[in-house]
């Protein structure tokens, strides 16, 4: 099992660019989000999508969009790049029920480091 | 409010040594779920430790344990016996909400620990 994966591992874009952030998971999980780390803010919540289907805004939005394109597979995306979202993206995936630690844990894709200039 | 306040930016402690990473947490919900998490200096996320609110026992896993005080809403990471490997950021986390693992976290801003040989 690959766990989480994301796509790309590292991005350059210039201000206003677009693009698009892959993820994908091989557990069956129902629940899938993306964070982004910045420093000294820990891990906020952009987007999260509870079942396939459905999707939520987090903490932070705004020049995002999200697209679950089936249980496995949920994409970030930016239309138009800021320097502001220069950031470590990460994606996750979880489930409910069941027993253990698989009942609760979140499980985090290596990130994505994006540089805006 | 922060509903997860990690106090210390900075931690020192010497090989061999115990330490305890503060986080006191702030929710109106009966069920939640409280996260440690570790992050190395290669960046990925790495899943410690989790604390359920109705969990009567605090969580040990290996050299870890959770110090889950919840009169006082803090969730204090134990390190017993440091190692140099655990020089990383860590993070506290909450999960609100239900007793599955389908919402997102909403992570504290992190400790640095550094172990000293």
């Known amino acids: 099992n690959a766990g989480v994966t994301q796509t790309p591992k590292f991005q350059v874009l210039k201000t206003g660019q677009s693009m698009t952030l892959q993820c994908a998971q091989d557990?069956?999980?129902?629940?899938m989000y993306w964070y982004r780390q910045d420093p000294g803010m820990g891990l906020r919540l952009i987007y999260y999508?509870?079942?396939?289907?459905?999707?939520d805004k987090g903490e932070v939005p705004n020049g995002y969009n999200v697209s679950r394109l089936n249980k496995r597979e949920f994409s970030l995306r930016l239309e138009s790049a800021a320097p502001s979202q220069t950031s470590v993206y990460f994606c996750?995936?979880?489930?409910?029920?069941?027993?253990?630690?698989?009942?609760?844990?979140?499980?985090f894709g290596p990130g994505t480091r994006l540089t805006v200039t | 409010a922060q509903k997860i306040t990690q106090t210390q930016p900075g931690m020192f402690v010497q090989e061999k040594e115990a330490v305890t990473l503060d986080c006191t947490y702030d929710?109106?919900?009966?069920?939640?779920?409280l996260f440690w998490y570790k992050q190395p200096s290669s960046g990925e996320m790495i899943f410690l430790i989790y604390?359920?609110?109705?969990?009567?026992q605090n969580a040990t896993e290996g050299r870890y344990s959770l110090n889950f005080q919840k009169a006082r809403k803090s969730a204090n990471l134990v390190i017993s016996a440091s190692q140099l490997g655990d020089s990383a950021m860590y993070f506290c986390?909450?999960?609100?909400?239900?007793?599955?693992?389908?919402?997102?976290?909403?992570f504290g801003k992190g400790t640095r620990l550094s172990v000293i040989a």
């Open positions: 996750a995936s979880s489930d409910w029920g069941g027993q253990g630690r698989g009942a609760y844990e979140q499980y």
């Open positions: 557990m069956n999980h129902n629940s």
């Open positions: 999508s509870a079942s396939e289907g459905t999707t």
């Open positions: 929710t109106s919900d009966q069920s939640y779920g």
């Open positions: 604390q359920g609110s109705y969990d009567e």
């Open positions: 986390a909450m999960r609100e909400g239900g007793r599955g693992g389908n919402t997102p976290l909403v």
